[in-house]
């Protein structure tokens, strides 16, 4: 049922963008102001959906968007695709307002939200482009950065089962480690297998035990 109404669905779509969608040249008759003939100069409409205009640079955003790369690389045959697909979606959007879908709480909170979250990245973009740092201040900044952070330590976390590890950190090459025993692992293990093949139920966490070494104690792991 849910396939049929996507088909359905999709099949309205195609039908309406038959009938409502049109190439700007029948718009040709339509008189235009100075500001828009500008506009229209700058980017062109490449097609009309329901007096929507989708105009150039409309289609160069989404193909950013859709293919993170600029717009002049696109080919003819993705930017034929996209240009669809930006039609379906004004379809599907004035569907929506149509439906007064666009004046639910949900919704107009999100928006909102992606309004806000443009025009904030917009400002960002504009400060950068305004504000241009050379390498020389990138490389200061991460110089001063580097100069004030703390004493750095070499800990690893890793398995002390072996003596030149032990013997790396007794010689103060190696800071400390963190030492778990295989035999104990291999025996809880048996023990867990045991009780589920008897049917008991086991815990879904079965801690070994581990031990921090440092120099204090790593004689013992030399060994």
Do not use: W
Request: include cysteine; hydrophobic fraction near 40%.
């Amino acid at each position: 049922m849910r396939n049929l109404k996507t088909a359905l669905l999709l099949g309205a779509t195609i039908a309406l963008g038959t009938t409502a969608c049109t190439k700007p040249a029948e718009d040709a008759a339509k008189p235009a102001t100075p500001a828009s003939a500008q506009a229209e100069k700058a980017s062109p409409t490449l097609v009309t959906v329901n007096g929507k205009a989708i105009n150039s640079q409309m289609l160069d955003t989404f193909l950013q968007a859709v293919t993170g790369k600029p717009a002049a690389e696109a080919t003819k045959e993705q930017k034929d695709a996209l240009l669809d697909q930006l039609v379906n979606m004004t379809l599907a959007a004035q569907a929506a307002e149509k439906d007064g879908l666009a004046a639910t709480p949900d919704v107009q909170a999100r928006l909102d939200l992606l309004h806000m979250q443009i025009l904030a990245e917009a400002a960002s973009e504009k400060y950068v482009k305004s504000h241009p740092v050379s390498d020389d201040e990138v490389k200061a900044a991460y110089d001063s950065e580097v100069a004030n952070m703390p004493k750095e330590y070499n800990a690893r976390h890793i398995l002390v089962e072996k003596k030149e590890a032990a013997d790396a950190i007794i010689e103060g090459k190696m800071t400390g480690s963190v030492a778990q025993s295989p035999r104990e692992m291999g025996r809880q293990g048996v023990l867990a297998a045991i009780a589920v093949a008897e049917g008991r139920t086991i815990p879904k966490l079965i801690d070994t035990g581990t031990e921090y070494v440092d120099a204090k104690n790593a004689p013992k792991y030399a060994k």
